[in-house]
């Protein structure tokens, strides 16, 4: 299917002759894409301004990328070198050797046997939420569920990987999470972009956005090394125990940081917007929420949800891989060829950008029946099974698969199974609920919503 020993030249989207396709991707980079691949096929070609790229669509397209021959691309794309100013080289930008290295040592801190600790921090923090949604049920007050989610599992992602609850600098570190994305998506589609160095005001609040998100990384960090353990183990403390099984090293500071920020990003942003995107799949479809709080309620009944009872929420678990179906957090994928390939005929020269859209790919009228409705049903095992594998992937895939998919998919149960037990939202009349892709796939003016006792 991917690679024949002849090749052609991709179909090419019509565009400016300088900028090329810049407008219509910064007009609306969603539909862009989507139309991309309906109108010209699974492998197209476009260009923003110097920089030439290729939207991959069909699924054995993201398989041989992103695992049959992962080594003849590299994360050196625009997006990823942008994402290191932030990030550093945490387990998402890093490449090579380095990257192998610190994934050895990581993947221990994510094994199963850690959830059920973590699944008690989830649904403790989810509970707290209790009262506020209460009194907004009573009073009839509308929330911002995408809000509610940002703060919550910021909430989460602190106590479970920093051992630590920053929800008193929640407002501040929210504003600087908001800005880093937001800036850095900014400066991955700019045409020019002025090194940090540079100091240029938005240069400037940039520097002091990450300073921001630096202060508590590394202060969490300081406190132990001075020897100050967390009352019971955190994925900081895991990754700071942890050695190389070749060489028996462990993570320097510098390393610690840039896995610690990149978890802290990844993990506060990317579950908020899934479990913002499912309440509002939830809302329009009132038979799967009633379906789903009936499974809830017979499966915990009155108590707390526990690691042991994912098993036994099969459909809550649907209902999740459904809304991130529609909604993928990480609604695109780049890479760069490192070395000339043929996908499906068509060449891809040395040097240029490969765009994987999970957002496309899995509306693919090919594989998905009715892609834009919701029907968590897609998700029953045999279903599935019928699929090529890359067909759905919001996590990634092949060795560079997300290492916290587990500890996600956790975190999405705990949170739904927790607040769907005892409420059902509904989405506001009239208000917009608009599809926001900047590196991660938010709403872009929130999604306010009515909480409703079951």
Known sequence: MVAVSTSRVAPALPGDPILGHYRLLQRDPLGFFVRAREQHG???????????????????????????HHRKYSKESPGFLKLRLVLGDGLLTSEGDFWRRQRRIAAPAFHHRHLAGFADTMTRAT???????????????PIDVAQEMMRLTLRIVSETLLGADVSGDS??????????????????????????????????????AIAQLDAVVRRTIGKRRDGGAPSKPDLLEMLMAVKDEDTGETMTDQQ???????????????????????????????????????????????????????????????????????????WIIGRMTEEADVIDGFALPKGGVVLMAPYVTHRHPD???????????????????????????????????????????????ALLATLAKRYRLDLVPGHPVVPEPLITLRPKHGIKMLVRRR
């Open 256 to 330: 610690l940081r840039d896995e610690v920020m990149t978890i802290f990003l990844a993990g506060h942003e990317t579950t908020a917007n899934a479990m913002s995107w499912a309440f509002y799949c939830l809302s329009l479809a009132p038979e799967s929420d009633r379906r789903m709080a009936d499974e809830i309620h017979g499966v915990l009944g009155e108590r707390s949800f526990t690691l042991t009872d994912m098993p036994r929420l099969a459909y809550t678990q649907r209902v999740i891989k459904e809304s991130m179906r529609l909604y993928p957090p990480a």
């Open 42 to 68: 699974d492998v197209v070609a476009m260009h923003f301004g110097s920089v030439k790229a290729h939207l991959l669509s069909h699924p054995d397209h993201a398989r041989h990328v992103l695992q049959e």
């Open 127 to 141: 509970e707290d939420l209790y009262d506020r949604w209460d009194r907004a049920a009573e009073e009839r007050t």
């Open 367 to 413: 594989f998905w029946d009715d892609p834009l409705g919701f029907d968590p049903e897609r998700f029953l095992p045999a279903l599935e099974a019928s699929r090529p594998r890359f067909a759905y992937y919001p996590f990634g895939g092949g060795p560079r698969v997300c290492i916290g998919n587990s500890f996600a998919m956790l975190e999405a149960v």
């Open 171 to 208: 407002d501040v570190i929210g504003r600087a999470v908001t800005h880093v994305i937001e800036d850095v998506n900014a400066r991955i589609s700019a045409l020019i972009d002025l090194p940090l160095s540079v100091p240029t005001r938005r240069n400037r609040a940039l520097v002091k």
